[in-house]
């Protein structure tokens, strides 16, 4: 009976360990990844996780504080206590420390607000961002010359500011990329800005934080900080027209697109498709998601989402074409897939 007991105790003490380590890697697992404010890869986030380290230091010194008073005070004996100690505890515990603590933190958590809105430099890269019902609509905004249009992806050149200038035509959204700077929402009837300085190349991703509508969770988008040669490429072919693609199920897809109307709200430069309620799709077969960052980018996928669309995004805006033949989706997926 003893040993079973003991067998019991060490089965509940191990069970206790295993929980403790899982519930520990699964909070360390959020501090990295590509959508962690806590691994940052730009100037603005990477002061935003310096407050929240100081934050949760402040709030553990706090914390520990107030256990070893409880401590202290379950295992008080009860008896008279000597007056003028009890009220240093009360107030100097209850008023003066709380007051200090918090003061110093909230004079340290404002304090780099006016930098974290400073204007960009003049001359520097301009993004306009809009946010539409589900999807995110890019204009890359350049002197002198028609902007670059696309939709739900940003490339960032490294070390650069770049400002965005973003807004809604209907409802709030809040534009979000987690590792390079805090969030900016986007209100119909005005431009709001953000700056971000990329500081560390590679792959992120960015969503909207404010809820939206019944697709809020399927408005993300795949964020690329690159070297500045690197972007200037990506840039300049996104501002050429779509090329024709030769293959023989793709021109079938192209002709198909036209004659089902997608153009009407579509724009692919070089066609007759000049529609600008939907995405720009000149160069959609080059996007490393499809969907607002919902779908992978694959034939297979395109065709999900064109005969599934609202199956796939609740609410969205964009039509189901369902009643094409599977033949004619395949098409009309090749088509897209090959818009490079
Ligand atoms: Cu857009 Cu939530």
Redesign the pocket.
Known sequence: MFKLRLKRLWYARQSIRVSAVVCALTSLAGCTGVQSALDPAGREASRIAEIFWWMTGGALVVWIGVIILALWAARARAEAHNLVRTRFMIVGGGAVVPTVVLTVLLIYGLAPIPALHAPAPAGSLKIAVT?EQ?WWRVRYLRPNAEPVVLANEIRLPLGEPVEFQLDSPDVI??FWIPSLAGKMDMIPGRVTRLVINATRTGSFRGA?A???GES?AL?AFPVVVQEKEEFTRWLTAQAQPAQIPPEAGAALGQELFLANGCGACHTVRGTPAAGVIGPDLTHVGSRLSIAAGTLTNEPEEFTRWVAHTTVVKPGALMPTFQMLPPEQLRSLSLYLEALK
């Open positions: 946010g589900w959204h809040s909207c404010e809820y939206c809020h408005m």
